[in-house]
């Protein structure tokens, strides 16, 4: 699907450029529109989960950078023997903008509200002494991204806890 809307947008930028308007507004419209058109249709189809991966102003500075770079490219069709021809792949940079600003990447947190906590204060010294160890070390499997370490802890003294009961039986 993503292979046609590229052709679409290209045929379109290079229709515009070649056959409705003449000079440089040719070349501009011919890049400016291919590309918006293909990076539309690559914002709208994507997972809608994931979000920016910048704050929105900077996305928005980004945008009107990678723009800038798009609109010096007309610049070069005095220089360049087969102008039209590149003007059909600029389409093809609007995925490495989609990966990039909005991509959110990838990261998700997971909600540890649900969690029963014991209290740090019910642990015995010697517990809180293993887990200090455990933390300094360097393999922390209970580890999770946006977690605390009072809900590390508390995974932690289970997993203990069950060692501890298997290791009895």
């Known amino acids: 699907m993503a292979i046609l809307a590229y052709v679409v ?3 379109i930028g290079y229709a515009l450029g070649h056959y409705v308007l003449e000079g440089a507004a040719a070349a501009y419209a011919s ?20 979000g920016f ?7 928005i500075v980004t945008h009107l950078a ?33 990966k990039w600003l909005f991509s959110g990447d990838g990261k998700v947190t997971e909600d540890h509200a649900g ?7 019910n642990a015995s010294a010697e517990e809180h002494e293993a887990f200090r160890d455990y933390l300094l070390g360097k393999e922390r499997a209970f580890r999770k991204p946006g977690m605390s ?5 508390n995974l932690w003294i289970k997993a203990r806890a069950g060692k501890k009961a298997q290791a009895s039986v």
């Not at 991966?53 to 996305?59: A, C, R, V």
């Not at 723009?67 to 609007?94: D, K």
């Not at 969690?115 to 204060?121: A, G, H, L, R, Y």
């Not at 370490?149 to 802890?153: D, K, L, S």
């Open 53 to 59: 991966s910048i704050p929105i102003l900077q996305t």
């Open 115 to 121: 969690d029963t906590e014991v209290p740090m204060q």
């Open 66 to 98: 990678v723009l800038g770079l798009l609109i010096a490219l007309p610049y070069m069709r005095a220089h360049v023997p087969f102008f039209g021809f590149v003007t059909l792949l600029v389409p093809g940079l609007a995925p490495f903008e989609v």
């Open 31 to 50: 890049i400016l529109v291919s590309y918006h058109l293909f990076l539309g249709f690559l914002v709208f189809a994507a997972d809608q989960k994931k």
């Open 149 to 153: 370490v009072n809900q590390e802890f």
């Open 9 to 11: 947008a290209a045929a």
